[in-house]
DNA sequence: CCTCCACCGGAAAGCCGGGTCA
DNA sequence: TGACCCGGCTTTCCGGTGGAGG
């Protein structure tokens, strides 16, 4: 018996997804809903540029999830098709500051938008925005730098942003404005005030969504997802209240409706229903939780898997000493220091604040008053979280030993 | 009502790596 | 280059404390 081809069997099985990518954080749509006071600032803004005059320069902000850049990019697109029909030299460029990050980048970045070729390291700075001046200045036309996450690169000193909010001075025949977005509403502090001025001779703030507009958006997404039908009634809203609950964040909203489809998906189920989508959001947090543990000092994460070991020991509360002579007994298993306990016990409540315990002061009276804790996560992912240094790799083989040997102390 | 446990948590100082400036 | 500073992490020291047991 022939198999038929496994792509195409599996293609068959899809019955949710018509396109994925329509979901992505990457995907820019036609048509933005709830956005339209701000596209029509930013394109009265940039308006000029059409006539040739110096548009404003612009700082966008607004929380994760609530559209800048989408808005910024839509916008962009439609300047550069209103000039192209008018004739008139116009351009926009995109630049993303957390993954463009050095002052050499941005100038090296831009200079082969504008068709230079200059590599990517190895020449002295000045050279680079030289070219970059030389490049826009070549001909009459305007162009628009758009800094998305701004605040990343000031972070590693301003000069960047300096040069540019000044470019327009040395320069004869082109214009320059600057479109800065971000999330940081404390980024301004860190600016130089000249260049500050100078970025935000324009603001335009992008509130959170809400349920009811996040629905839309959803639903305007979800035509594009999915096959007719593949959604149950009352998944969109759910999504849609939950990700409003949390900050408005539409990115979360579209995450959300993608893993559980994902989910749905993976089940071989016909429909995605209300249950999928509280699945996914367990594996949303469970994820959060396992990247958080992931990103841990690793002296923290000898605390929290001596807690683990004491919760797979039976233990469901322990107290900081406990804590503590187990937390030694697995320092010197991977040869690590020792901290004091007073360290501990700080390392202790920051593992509280993260949300990865639950811990409260408690007087046990005669027997002293301490900390009583307990483990508030999926167990076995963030054991493998932990496990997963290398360095940590030998409490795997020692783990049955801690339990029957040094852990019979503690009932 | 007093004691005293087992720790909490503030203060201060030491250590260390990285960055700055003359 | 070395002197110096900064900020994060850690230790040392220690006063403080809610309540079970006496």
Same mark, same amino acid.
């Given at each position: 018996?022939?198999?038929?081809?496994?792509?195409e069997?599996?293609?068959?099985k899809n019955?949710?997804?018509?396109?994925?990518?329509?979901?992505?954080?990457?995907y820019?749509?036609?048509?933005l809903p709830?956005r339209?006071?701000?596209?029509?600032s930013?394109?009265s =803004?940039?308006?000029?540029?059409?006539?040739g005059?110096t548009?404003?320069?612009?700082l966008?902000? *607004?929380?994760?999830?609530?559209?800048?850049?989408?808005?910024v990019?839509?916008?962009? $697109?439609?300047l550069?098709?209103a000039s192209? $029909?008018?004739?008139v030299?116009? @351009?926009?460029?995109?630049l993303?500051?957390e993954?463009?990050?050095?002052?050499? %980048?941005?100038?090296?970045?831009?200079a082969?938008?504008?068709?230079?070729?200059v590599?990517?390291t190895?020449?002295?700075?000045d050279?680079?925005y030289?070219?970059v001046r030389?490049?826009?200045?070549g001909?009459?036309q305007t162009?628009?730098i758009?800094?998305?996450e701004?605040?990343k690169?000031?972070?590693?000193?301003?000069?960047?942003?300096?040069?540019?909010?000044?470019?327009?001075?040395e320069?004869?025949n082109?214009?320059v404005?600057?479109i800065?977005?971000?999330?940081?509403?404390?980024?301004?502090?860190?600016?130089?005030?000249?260049?500050l001025s100078s970025l935000?001779?324009?603001e335009?703030v992008f509130?959170p @969504?809400?349920?009811t507009?996040?629905?839309?958006?959803l639903?305007?997404?979800?035509?594009?997802?999915f096959?007719?039908?593949?959604?149950?009634?009352?998944?969109?809203?759910?999504?849609?209240?939950l990700?409003?609950?949390e900050?408005?964040?539409a990115r $979360?909203?579209l995450?959300?409706?993608? =893993?559980s489809?994902? =989910?749905?998906?993976?089940?071989?189920e016909?429909? #995605?229903?209300k249950?999928?989508?509280?699945?996914a #959001?367990?594996?949303?947090?469970?994820?959060?939780i396992?990247?958080?543990?992931?990103t841990?000092?690793?002296?923290?994460k000898?605390?929290?898997?001596?807690? =683990?070991?004491l919760?797979?020991? *039976? $233990?469901?509360k322990?107290?900081?000493?406990?804590?503590?002579?187990? @937390?030694?007994?697995l320092?010197?298993? !991977?040869?690590?220091?020792?901290l004091t306990?007073?360290?501990?016990?700080?390392?202790?409540?920051?593992?509280?604040?993260?949300?990865?315990i639950?811990s409260?002061?408690i007087?046990?009276?005669r027997?002293? %008053?301490?900390?009583?804790?307990r483990?508030?996560?999926?167990?076995?992912? !963030?054991?493998e979280?932990?496990?997963d240094d290398?360095?940590?790799?030998?409490?795997?083989?020692?783990?049955?030993r801690?339990?029957?040997?040094?852990?019979?102390?503690?009932?």
């Open positions: 018996m022939i198999d038929s081809n496994i792509f069997k599996m293609l068959r019955r949710i997804f018509k396109n994925r990518d329509v979901l992505r954080h990457s820019t749509p036609e048509y709830h339209k006071e701000q596209i029509e930013i394109a =803004i940039l308006l000029p540029a059409l006539s005059e548009p404003s320069n612009i966008i902000y *607004g929380k994760t999830g609530t559209g800048k850049t989408a808005t990019k839509f916008v962009g $697109k439609q550069e098709e192209r $029909k008018m004739n030299h116009c @351009y926009v460029h995109y993303n500051c993954i463009i990050d050095t002052q050499y %980048r941005v100038l090296a970045t831009l082969k938008a504008l068709g230079r070729n590599p990517m190895g020449w002295p700075t050279q680079v030289e070219e030389e490049a826009i200045d001909k009459d162009v628009i758009v800094l998305d701004i605040d690169l000031v972070k590693k000193g301003d000069d960047v942003l300096y040069n540019l909010s000044r470019i327009n001075s320069l004869k082109a214009r404005s600057l800065g977005i971000t999330n940081d509403l404390k980024f301004k502090n860190f600016l130089d005030p000249r260049v935000s001779e324009e335009i509130p @969504y809400n349920a507009q996040l629905e839309d958006i639903a305007q997404r979800a035509e594009l997802a096959h007719d039908g593949v959604l149950d009634e009352g998944v969109i809203p759910y999504c849609a209240a990700a409003a609950h900050h408005g964040d $979360k909203a995450d959300l409706l993608r =893993i489809a994902e =989910i749905a998906e993976s089940r071989e016909e429909k #995605v229903t249950e999928h989508v509280r699945e #959001v367990k594996k949303m947090e469970r994820d959060n396992v990247e958080v543990v992931r841990l000092p690793n002296q923290s000898i605390v929290l898997y001596s807690m =683990i070991l919760h797979k020991n *039976g $233990k469901r322990f107290i900081t000493g406990e804590v503590y002579a187990v @937390y030694k007994t320092c010197k298993k !991977v040869g690590m220091d020792v306990q007073r360290r501990v016990s700080d390392l202790l409540s920051e593992l509280d604040m993260l949300g990865i639950n409260i002061i007087s046990k009276g027997y002293g %008053r301490t900390r009583e804790m483990l508030d996560v999926p167990m076995d992912a !963030v054991k979280a932990i496990l290398y360095r940590f790799e030998v409490l795997r083989d020692y783990e049955d801690l339990l029957s040997s040094s852990l019979d102390m503690f009932d």
